[in-house]
């Protein structure tokens, strides 16, 4: 056994991974966690169990490709990859949008963009939309929000379910943390505030069950540590953003060892997920809600169950951020989402871990993934423009993007010889398009279950907020 182990260059780089980090934890100390050992059999007794919570961390703008799980040669993200390597990792999954309002209306409800109607600036989610934390809520778990990006604020309808829905207070904190540029309007704190509240809640209710929702924005902002410094990534933005990976990656694991000390992680369900990704000129822009390309829509997707794996289950057929919830609250043996667009994963996760599912192809594996961008969404004081409305469709190593009011537009891409959608073969292989434009109408035509999306005022407090993310031109 122990010579399987030495054997294996996993072993090397575990260790080498842990004498990294041993040398440079100080502030934020990183301890993997250890829980009962599990097969993928016991997936399915999840359902009967009534002892296990549920935290969902949400990463704002954390691209997939930058984490060392998912083959990035920098080790930004160690327990990330710790909870990997004895969970679930999706190894390709679409975010349903690249701004974060309409990605996260997306992510709760299971529908695509087109059919929540939270494509715009005064959108919400109005009453009638159900969410995930109302039917835990109704289940019996104790619900917890805490948030700091003012589009998933309780006017845009986020809060619904939830007994507790709060942006941390910018604490005191010793940590000095660096930051890529001045701003006029900051946005206030870190996300170790996030961290220590969602602590502060834990040991508040580790007696009862609950579900608590982290969404941390560290990496949005480029922000970071010394200690992540001491990595010495460089001092470009691309370096900065994978430092401040580092960073988040380091208050995920503060928060895992606590649920480890309080003896919560063996009846706890952890995800880690992302709204969309962040470009660095592949096409011409920095940031993100610009557009539909793969490095803002590709997202990172991992689950670290109450019981551990020996070896992590990797599912590689394309998913898409709809499927979160209703995997969940399948795994959970909860009740579902009404009338979503999305699908349980657990079937194909149970084909992955039996080495059935290595391609598109499986029954199991979702027929397409879809994202959807109103390019003239942030349009501050000229909400009378017309929508632009962008979509994109992924099937197999194939993706197209285009315009759905213009039927000339398209770009059409192959990841089998162009991973970074560099070359446009729309003219090549106009039938291919055709067809995957087709394939999208099907969603398109699919009507918005409430009507139309409510509209709602925001106050100058919340112009401030979402001014703090550099959304909003100052006028
Ligand atoms: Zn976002």
Redesign the pocket.
């Known amino acids: 056994m122990f010579r399987r182990i030495i054997d294996s260059p996993w072993f090397y780089y575990g260790l080498a991974g842990l004498l990294v980090v041993a040398a440079i934890a100080t502030q934020l100390e990183i301890h993997f966690p250890s829980r009962p050992m599990g097969t993928s059999e016991e997936i399915a007794k999840l359902r009967e169990r009534d002892d296990v919570n549920v935290i969902f961390i949400l990463i ?2 954390l691209r997939s490709d930058r984490l060392s799980s998912y083959g990035y040669d920098r080790p930004t993200s160690p327990m990330l990859d710790a909870l990997a390597d004895s969970g679930i990792r999706f190894d390709r999954v679409e975010a349903q949008s690249t ?2 309002k309409a ?2 209306a997306s992510l709760w409800t299971g529908l695509y963009p087109m059919r929540t109607g939270v494509t715009r600036f005064r959108h919400a989610l109005p009453q009638e939309a159900v969410l995930p934390a109302e039917l835990l809520k109704q289940a019996g778990f104790h619900t917890a929000g805490i948030w700091r ?1 003012g ?1 998933v604020a309780n006017n845009f309808g986020f809060d619904q379910g939830f007994d507790l829905y709060m942006r941390p207070h910018p604490s005191r904190s010793a940590h000095e943390l660096e930051r890529r540029s001045p701003s006029t309007h900051p946005l206030l704190g870190n996300d170790f505030d996030a961290t220590e509240s969602a602590i502060e809640f834990i040991h508040g209710h580790a007696q009862e069950r609950f579900f608590l929702y982290m969404h941390y924005m560290d990496v ?1 902002q480029y922000l970071y540590d010394q200690e992540a410094a001491k990595l010495e990534f460089g001092t470009s933005y691309s370096d900065a953003y994978d430092s401040s990976i580092y960073w988040v990656d380091r208050n995920i694991a503060k928060l895992v060892e606590d649920l480890q000390e309080t003896d919560l992680l063996k009846r706890t369900l952890i995800v880690i997920a992302a ?2 990704g962040e470009s660095f000129y592949e096409h011409g822009e920095e940031g ?1 809600a610009e557009n539909l390309y793969r490095e803002v829509t590709e997202v990172p997707l991992i689950f670290s169950l109450p019981f551990a794996f020996e070896q992590g289950v990797v599912v590689k057929p394309l998913v898409r951020n709809i499927d979160i919830w209703p995997t969940l609250l399948d795994m959970l043996g909860l009740p579902a989402l009404p009338d979503i667009d999305g699908q349980s994963l657990v079937p194909l996760i149970e084909a992955a871990a039996r080495g059935e599912a290595e391609s598109d192809d499986v029954e199991e594996a979702p027929p397409s993934a879809l994202s959807f961008l109103d390019g003239s969404w942030g349009t501050w004081g000229e909400h009378e423009r017309p929508p632009e409305p962008l979509l994109s469709i992924r099937k197999g190593p194939m993706r197209m993007v285009f315009r759905m009011d213009d039927p000339k537009s398209g770009e059409l891409f192959d990841h089998t010889s162009d991973p970074t959608e560099q070359k446009n073969l729309v003219a090549l292989r106009e039938e291919q398009a055709a067809g995957l434009r087709q394939e999208s109408e099907q969603w398109v035509s699919k009507p918005i279950p409430w009507g139309d999306a409510p509209e709602v005022e925001i106050d100058e407090m919340h112009v401030n907020q979402l001014r703090a993310l550099g959304y909003l031109r100052d006028e």
Do not use: C, K, L, V
């Open positions: 704002d703008t701004w974060t990605s996260m990006n589009w949005h709204d969309h993100h």
